[in-house]
């Protein structure tokens, strides 16, 4: 959980199946969740959190609760499959479905249950979210292969594609109209050397930050200090932790 104090784990359990448990490091309670659920999201300040549930008649349910299950509250029914649940804003939710060709869509709910789609069959979809959920960052594919990455402004229902061919799970956000991305290979106009770049996702604006090398040409996770001074990143094989100093 956000808090670190709390976490919900998922478990493997007989028959392909699986289940999710509650632990609480500080009072040491646990407690298994109920039945059915398949995905599972904390809320922000990890007070609540969100899970989706099958449910019977091919109906699945996004309920909110306690941490540990208690106090759970339905806010809506569906017939959206293989989902994950997302809480990427403190009065938002968001449901990712995959089918089996790998083509996903991406859902927000609000806490009144509405639901509307935010992108619709999308090869490959990846997203990354603004600490405060107002504005996503999103990567898929385009019908000829092409890797395209733009941002949405959640409020403003406006979408501005990119000049950077860049997966949004390689990319964070290092202020509120910035982000840092690895490009391993860019095919847009102009087409850029592989490395760590600078993207201003208001103006569109392109700065190089870091050429591709042996550290740098596959990265797991990436983010930003809080000063904007660093980049963090992992690598994918033994998750060693990097440090680039900004210039």
Known sequence: SPNKKEVVSEFAAPGNSKYFSYYNYTTKKSSRLTSGIKSVAFSLSGDRIAYYKEEVDGLYGIFISAPDGSAPQKILATRITNAKMLWPARETLALMSTDDSQISSLFLISMDGKISKLISDKARLLVAWQTDGTRALVSYLDS??????????IKRDEQKILPVGANANECAWSSSESVVCRVAEDNNEPPRAGGLYDINTKSGSVDYVQESDSV???????????????????????????SLKRR
């Open 216 to 242: 740098t040409n596959s990265i797991g996770e990436i983010l930003v200090d809080p000063t904007n001074s660093y980049i963090l990143f992992t690598s994918p094989v033994g998750g060693k932790l990097f």
């Open 144 to 153: 000829g292969g092409k890797t395209i990455l733009s941002v949405i402004d």
